[in-house]
């Protein structure tokens, strides 16, 4: 069996809005994240995971943003791109995990439909994907409130 692990990392700012998109899933807030797409900052880590485990490169090489056809676009669709690679070379997503860094809006309540939410995307069991979330104790641009981070790992395992 070969197996391949791969780590995404991704941020955003903060800007006008009333809701985020994280893992695929719309929460009210009092602010948005910005992005050239809808910057869900978890899709996309879990995207980047996905494509470093395959050593082919980040969302930016497959889905530039300098091309203005990918503006406001749904992660759902980098992540399925992602997913599609996976499978086209042999492997199948053994599990991921998605780790969420803001102070607010508060993750938990929201974890069980980002998992939901993936799996179906990904189609994988929900018992695959772990979605967490951490402070940063009030430290660095996540601790003040300016935006939020998310880093992911994804292991592959020949199919």
């Known amino acids: 069996m070969r197996v391949r692990l791969g780590n995404g990392y991704d941020v955003h700012r903060f800007g006008p809005g009333d809701h985020v998109i994280l893992c695929g899933v719309k929460i009210p807030h ?3 994240l910005m992005g050239h797409s809808d910057a ?3 899709m996309h880590a879990i995207t980047d995971a996905l494509y470093g485990a395959l050593a082919k490169g980040d969302i930016g090489r497959h889905f530039p943003p300098s091309d203005p ?3 406001g676009a749904a992660s759902e669709i980098f992540l399925r791109h992602a997913v ?3 499978r086209n070379e042999g492997y199948e997503i053994s599990n991921v995990d998605c780790t969420l860094v803001c102070e607010y809006p508060k993750i938990g309540p929201h974890a069980g439909a980002m998992t939901a939410a993936l799996a179906k995307i990904m ?4 018992d695959r994907i772990s979605v967490k979330a951490t402070t940063s104790e009030r430290l660095g641009f996540t601790g003040r409130g300016e935006g939020i981070a ?3 790992t994804a292991a592959l ?3």
């Open 30 to 32: 009092d602010q948005a």
């Open 40 to 42: 869900d900052v978890g």
């Open 69 to 71: 056809q990918w503006k």
């Open 84 to 86: 599609e690679l996976v």
């Open 123 to 126: 189609d994988l069991p929900a």
């Open 150 to 152: 998310s880093l992911a």
């Open 157 to 159: 395992i020949s199919a």
